[in-house]
T-cell receptor
Framework: GAGVSQTPSNKVTEKGKYVELRCDPI?????LYWYRQSLGQGPEFLIY????????DSGLPNDRFFAVRPEGSVSTLKIQRTERGDSAVYLC????????????FGPGTRLTVL | AQSVTQPDIHITVSEGASLELRCNYS??????LFWYVQSPGQGLQLLLK??????LVQGIKGFEAEFKRSQSSFNLRKPSVHWSDAAEYFC????????????FGTGTRLKVLA
């Protein structure tokens, strides 16, 4: 079966613009996660979905960041008024049940804000 | 506070030599422990995981890791390194039932000399 996919693989945008990053989890996985990996760092947790609802969004850095998962499958991470500091690789992961099970990671979207 | 420390930012070994990458964690409950590998431009690939049971865990590509509760460590080892092992390695800790966030270390970049 297919793994986690993310589109686009690369996104270049200008400061102040709005961007959307998409994640397609593994079919049947109820849990979905977003992480952000800045240069030279490990991934950092952003948000966790269980089904359609955001169970924990405590990692979102500020209110410019928002994520949705309207049908409990595909998720979109939305960033408003992008800043240069938002440049990073955004990783999506999914897992079968969400607590204590293995997360499978996608290839990531590299976001560059000029 | 929960954290993962990978004290070695860079490690260089000769092809055929043995390898040990260090990982120390701080976690309030019984941890689930993971090692991931990330090649340039690629997503995170799981090498091995420890949930419970035997403290010596075998993974893919000839890697193994040993969980030492008394030392709060989960070091990754390989007896003979191949040039294709050059990549960045991340240790991560996640919770047992009831938690879902992975906390990653900052990574160790491995260089392999021919």
């Amino acid at each position: 079966g297919a793994g986690v996919s993310q589109t686009p693989s690369n996104k270049v945008t200008e400061k102040g613009k709005y961007v959307e990053l998409r994640c397609d989890p593994i079919s049947g996985h109820t849990a979905l996660y977003w992480y952000r990996q800045s240069l030279g760092q490990g991934p950092e947790f952003l948000i966790y979905f269980q089904g359609t609802g955001a169970a924990d969004d405590s990692g979102l850095p500020n209110d410019r960041f928002f994520a949705v998962r309207p049908e409990g499958s595909v998720s979109t991470l939305k960033i408003q008024r992008t800043e240069r500091g938002d440049s990073a690789v955004y990783l999506c992961a999914s897992s079968l049940i969400g607590t204590g099970d293995e997360q499978f990671f996608g290839p990531g979207t590299r976001l560059t804000v000029l | 506070a929960q954290s993962v420390t990978q004290p070695d930012i860079h490690i260089t070994v000769s092809e055929g030599a043995s390898l040990e990458l260090r990982c120390n964690y701080s976690y309030g409950a019984t941890p689930y422990l993971f090692w991931y590998v990330q090649s340039p431009g690629q997503g995170l690939q799981l090498l091995l995981k420890y949930f419970s049971g035997d403290t010596l865990v075998q993974g893919i590509k000839g890697f193994e890791a040993e969980f030492k509760r008394s030392q709060s460590s989960f070091n990754l080892r390989k007896p003979s390194v191949h040039w294709s092992d050059a990549a960045e390695y991340f240790c991560a800790v996640g919770g047992a039932s009831g938690t879902y966030k992975y906390i990653f270390g900052t990574g160790t970049r491995l260089k392999v000399l021919a």
